[in-house]
């Protein structure tokens, strides 16, 4: 035996130090005060290597994905070479590269936990603001749809359309205009001020799509990183998401309210259009679950403009209801509720709770 722990000390002392990361975890996820404390130092520390990896123009932790996913297929067929050449070694060297295989998991997994998955455990938008979500009656869900619906046809006319009369911003614009969306929903807010950096644009955007994704935070390289091939109608609002993520805020909910309340709170038409376009769109839903006929007549009062982004928007997202995008959903539904979110992937829609305490 103890020759074997020396045969594979390497792998062993690796697979400790994985333990020890998941220990501190769990610490640190066993109440709030500790996941308060926890997820403070870690925020600072993102934000500060965070840094480093916003000097390069691209999304680092794209190609840190597509080096792992490689890396594992390397290791692979080392394993599979080791199988076929290592006579009377064979148990050895098989044991030692799945360890290994298990190690490089184990130690992203934990990684992610320490520097995102604590955030689920911490205080949140809710408890720092006061605003809350509450049950919703149909007549305030009906009011508050209309507002968006008025808003949407106040701004809709000030945005650049293609002959199609679909939305046509440039995205150098968007993303231009992002670092100082904030700006005003953070005097209200001060616990959301920071400095933003202008967010990356993703090389492997139509592979999200595919996947259902429209973005994403990144604990490991600190960026936040948006889908340029789905419509650019939601892109401030998008974009706007994952700079909620980037304040520490890992409720898809509440990030998805922050994206709404902040774009439409700042001085950008761009992004006050795009960001009552997304609650219209959660409100609407939610309406037209509740009511139809009430839904119907809210409907009927959007300009032809706001149809015409509604449309391209759900004919774009209607050509990837396929396996891929099933699948993907359901990991990170699954992913959600492991992290203590008991409503899983449906945890987006109870934004229109929070839409309407809020306005």
């Excluded at 792992?68 to 044991?95: D, E, P, Q």
């Excluded at 995102?116 to 911490?122: E, I, L, R, S």
């Excluded at 149909?138 to 199609?164: C, N, W």
Aim: proline share 3%; with cysteine.
């Amino acid at each position: 035996m103890t020759a074997f722990l020396k045969r594979h000390k390497a792998v062993h002392i690796w697979l400790l130090c994985d333990l020890v990361l998941f220990g501190l975890y769990w610490w640190a996820v066993s109440s709030r005060q500790s996941a308060n404390v926890f997820s403070g130092f870690t925020q600072h520390l993102k934000d500060g290597y965070a840094g480093l990896w916003y000097i390069f123009p691209f999304s680092v932790v794209e190609w840190f994905y597509a080096a792992f996913i490689l890396g594992m297929l390397a290791w692979l067929a080392v394993l599979l070479h080791r199988l076929r050449t290592w006579r009377g070694r064979r148990f050895h060297g098989a044991y030692g590269c799945i360890l290994g295989m298990a190690c490089l998991a184990l130690t992203a997994s934990a990684i992610y936990c320490l520097g995102w998955g604590v955030n689920y455990y911490a205080d949140g938008f809710q408890e720092k603001s006061g605003v809350c979500a509450r049950p919703v009656t149909a007549d305030e869900l009906e009011r508050v749809t209309l507002y968006f619906t008025e808003k949407l046809a106040d701004t809709a006319g000030q945005i650049p359309r293609d002959e199609q009369n679909v939305f046509a911003v440039p995205q150098e614009e968007i993303f231009a205009a992002s670092p100082h969306i904030y700006d005003n929903l953070s005097r209200e807010f001060p616990f959301l001020a920071r400095t933003d950096r202008v967010p990356k644009k993703m090389f492997f955007s139509r592979l999200f799509s595919a996947m259902n994704f429209t973005g994403f935070y990144s604990p490991y390289t600190g960026e936040s990183n948006l889908n340029i091939d789905s419509p650019s109608c939601l892109l401030p609002a998008n974009i706007t998401h994952e700079l909620a993520h980037q304040r520490g805020i890992a409720s898809e909910q509440e990030c998805n309210f922050l994206a709404i309340a902040a774009a439409t709170a700042s001085d950008n038409i761009v992004y006050q259009y795009s960001g009552y376009l997304m609650g219209y769109i959660q409100l609407s839903n939610a309406l037209y679950r509740a009511d139809y006929d009430r839904w119907a007549a809210v409907r009927a009062l959007l300009p032809e403009s706001v149809l015409a982004d509604l449309r391209y928007h759900s004919a774009y997202w209607s050509q990837f209801e396929g396996l891929t995008a099933q699948v993907s959903t359901k990991i990170y539904d699954s992913s959600l509720k492991s992290y203590g979110q008991a409503d899983g992937i449906q945890s987006y829609g109870t934004v229109v709770d929070l839409l309407v305490a809020y306005y």
